[in-house]
């Protein structure tokens, strides 16, 4: 029965009728009490996977290979890399071509190379793939010229950054959030309920269970690493102020289209030491944006259990974008604050607790986003949030921020 049970598991992605004869098996498997007789050991097991039917499909409910979607990291100097929203399947030279395209530099001048731990440099052939999932531990891409050197010097070089253009200031803040929004979406509606449950409770990593959520919070991470690079790289102080200008109108988009995972970001990427240090930037910033970013700062409030979000977001109708990172931390309390067990019983409680949280992803996905977010026709404004210049080291950072503005 056990066998036959599995097997209609497996097939049930493919013919979703057999979702009521599953549940007949599961009735009868409970009266045979083959979950109760089961070693302890196991019975964690059992009961994770009788959470939801349709979840333990994971792996074929989930978007094929081909066609979901990755972030790659090339680095164009010693402490900056280019964030490139992508397919698995990009080849070295479409690479090298949005490199050029991004960076101002000359195709033909450059090659890709993978850099092991050890710093040898192996350079890609045109025709190869570049991305990996297993990459990172072994090494990483560098876009560089042909002898071999950063196609950049490193940022801290004023000289580089006066000349490098702030292509940001002449695209709309409406359409760049519609784009941010638009992307935010694409991730966040491939992932799956039950990617939040094995993250939270399995921490197996590299497992591929959790993909998609994996790809969105790494999204996350790197709009917040990408605001702070943005204003730090503009040596210009009028244009400095009009970027934070641009990044404040930007957040406030984001959280009307109901997207406030990139919203959270940006308003996170202003408030960085080293961004946030800026006193002269931020005092020429006009009055009614400085209060438009405190109405804003309001909803990453911490106070009360994240209370401001909480309420502004239960607000909201489907399609929305909730901050992953705080929902994920809700899960994480749950199972870390209650015991799975009691005496050897199963703690339904908690599953029930854990089941709500989780089920708030399929309430936000119940609906699709309007046409104001659907995709954007520009090449520059899509390029301007699906590939992203990001300073990853806190040294330079805070170097450019002295730089802009030394200590008094």
Same mark, same amino acid.
């Given at each position: 029965m056990k066998t036959l049970y599995r097997c209609v598991l497996e097939d049930l992605y493919e013919f979703p009728t057999l979702e009521k004869d599953l549940k007949e098996f599961q009735k009868l498997l409970r009266r045979r009490h083959t979950v109760d007789d089961c070693p302890p050991n196991q019975k964690s097991k059992q009961m994770y996977q009788q959470l939801s039917l349709k979840e333990n499909c994971l792996q074929l409910r989930g978007p094929q290979t081909e066609t979901r979607e990755v972030i790659c990291c090339v680095y164009v100097s010693t402490d900056s890399y280019l964030s490139v929203h992508t397919h698995p399947s990009l080849e070295a030279h479409e690479l090298l071509r949005i490199v050029a395209l991004?960076?101002?530099?000359?195709? /033909?001048?450059?090659?890709?190379?993978?850099?092991?731990?050890? *710093?040898?440099?192996?350079?890609?052939?045109?025709?190869?793939?570049?991305?990996?999932?297993?990459?990172?531990?072994? *090494?990483?891409?560098?876009?560089?010229?042909?002898?071999?050197?950063?196609?950049?010097?490193?940022?801290?070089?004023?000289? /580089?950054?006066?000349?490098?253009?702030?292509?940001?200031? *002449?695209?709309?803040?409406?359409?760049?959030?519609?784009?941010?929004?638009?992307?935010?979406?694409?991730?966040?509606?491939?992932?799956?309920e039950q990617e939040l449950v094995y993250y939270t409770l399995s921490r197996v990593p590299g497992s591929g269970h959790t993909a998609a959520l994996s790809v969105l919070l790494q999204r996350c991470n790197e709009v917040q690493q990408w605001v702070m690079s943005e204003v730090l790289m503009c040596v210009s102080?009028?244009?400095?102020?009009?970027? =934070?200008?641009?990044?404040?109108?930007?957040?406030?988009?984001?959280?009307?289209?109901?997207?406030?995972?990139?919203?959270?970001?940006?308003?996170? *990427?202003?408030?960085?030491?080293?961004?946030?240090?800026?006193?002269?930037?931020?005092?020429?910033?006009?009055?009614?944006?400085?209060?438009?970013?405190? /109405?804003?700062?309001?909803?990453?409030?911490?106070?009360?259990?994240?209370?401001?979000?909480?309420?502004?977001?239960?607000?909201?109708?489907?399609?929305?974008?909730?901050f992953m990172p705080l929902l994920l931390k809700d899960i994480t309390f749950i199972h870390e604050g209650n015991k799975?067990?009691?005496?050897?019983?199963?703690?339904?409680e908690k599953l029930h607790m854990i089941a709500d949280t989780v089920r708030m992803i399929r309430h936000c996905q119940s609906d699709q986003p309007g046409n104001e977010v659907i995709?954007?026709?520009?090449?520059?404004?899509?390029?301007?949030?699906?590939?992203?210049?990001?300073?990853?080291?806190?040294?330079? =950072?805070? /170097?450019?921020?002295?730089k802009l503005e030394p200590r008094a």
């Open positions: 991004k960076m101002d530099k000359a195709e /033909e001048d450059m090659v890709l190379a993978v850099v092991s731990h050890t *710093g040898e440099r192996r350079v890609l052939q045109p025709s190869d793939c570049v991305y990996s999932e297993s990459l990172t531990p072994q *090494g990483k891409l560098v876009a560089c010229r042909r002898d071999l050197t950063e196609i950049l010097p490193p940022l801290t070089d004023s000289a /580089e950054l006066s000349r490098r253009p702030v292509r940001l200031l *002449g695209i709309n803040t409406w359409d760049v959030a519609a784009a941010l929004t638009h992307l935010d979406w694409s991730l966040f509606k491939s992932i799956h102080l009028n244009k400095r102020v009009q970027l =934070l200008k641009k990044f404040i109108k930007i957040a406030a988009h984001c959280k009307a289209q109901r997207n406030l995972n990139s919203a959270f970001a940006i308003i996170m *990427g202003l408030n960085t030491a080293a961004v946030s240090r800026l006193n002269q930037t931020w005092e020429k910033c006009p009055g009614k944006f400085k209060k438009l970013f405190s /109405e804003l700062e309001l909803i990453t409030d911490p106070s009360l259990n994240h209370k401001a979000y909480r309420e502004a977001f239960k607000r909201m109708k489907p399609p929305k974008i909730p799975t067990f009691h005496d050897n019983l199963v703690n339904f995709g954007v026709d520009s090449v520059e404004v899509r390029a301007s949030v699906n590939y992203l210049h990001i300073i990853d080291n806190q040294q330079t =950072l805070f /170097e450019l921020s002295h």
